[in-house]
C-alpha cells in the first residue's frame, strides 16, 4: 500500500509523466531519423536500377561505344559504391529501430520503477543511455553513407569530363 500512496502524490505523478517525456522526445527523434534514412535507401536503390538499365543498353552494343570499357569500370565502380551506401544505411537503421524499441522500454521502466519500487531507477537511466549510444553509432555511420554518396557522384563527375573532353 505505500507504494500506492508514493504514486498518488500529485508531486510524484508529475515526476513520472516528466521523467517519461524524454524518452518520448528521443522516440520521436528516432522516427524521424528512420524516415531520412529509409528515404536515402530508397534514393539507393533507384541509383542502383538506373546504373542496371545504363549497364544493359551499354552490353548489348559494346561495339558501337568506343568508351565501352571505360563506361563499364565507372558503372561496377558506381555499384560497388551503392552497395557499401546500402549496407551502411541497413546498419543505421537497424541502429535506429533498436534505439527505439529501447527509448520505449526505458520509458516504461520508468513508469514501473516509479509505482513499484524506486530502488531500481537506474535501470531507465541505462535504457535511456543504450538508445543515446545507438542513435550515436546510427549518425555516424550515416555520416560513412553520405561521404560515399558523395565519392559517387565525385567519381561520376570526373567521368562525364573526360568524356566531355574526348567529344
Not at 549496407?87 to 514501473?112: D, E, G, K, T
Not at 560513412?144 to 573532353?165: H, N, P, Q, Y
Amino acid at each position: 500500500m505505500d507504494w500506492l500512496a508514493r504514486l498518488e502524490a500529485p508531486q510524484n505523478a508529475l515526476a513520472v509523466l516528466t521523467a517519461m517525456i524524454t524518452p518520448a522526445v528521443l522516440i520521436s527523434a528516432c522516427g524521424a531519423l528512420i524516415f531520412s534514412t529509409s528515404t536515402r535507401m530508397g534514393r539507393v536503390v533507384d541509383r542502383v536500377r538506373s546504373l542496371s538499365e545504363r549497364f544493359e543498353s551499354l552490353a548489348k552494343h559494346p561495339e558501337q561505344d568506343d568508351m565501352f570499357e571505360e563506361r563499364r569500370g565507372l558503372i561496377f565502380q558506381q555499384l560497388d559504391r551503392q552497395t557499401s551506401r546500402a549496407r551502411l544505411l541497413q546498419r543505421a537503421m537497424l541502429a535506429f529501430y533498436i534505439a527505439l524499441a529501447v527509448f520505449v522500454a526505458a520509458s516504461v521502466a520508468i513508469a514501473i520503477v516509479s509505482a513499484i519500487a524506486r530502488d531500481f531507477t537506474w535501470i531507465a537511466v541505462v535504457l535511456g543511455l543504450a538508445g543515446s549510444f545507438l542513435m550515436l553509432y546510427a549518425s555516424v555511420l550515416l555520416v560513412l553513407e553520405s561521404r560515399l554518396a558523395l565519392g559517387a557522384i565525385t567519381s561520376e563527375m570526373d567521368f562525364v569530363w573526360k568524356v566531355s573532353k574526348k567529344y
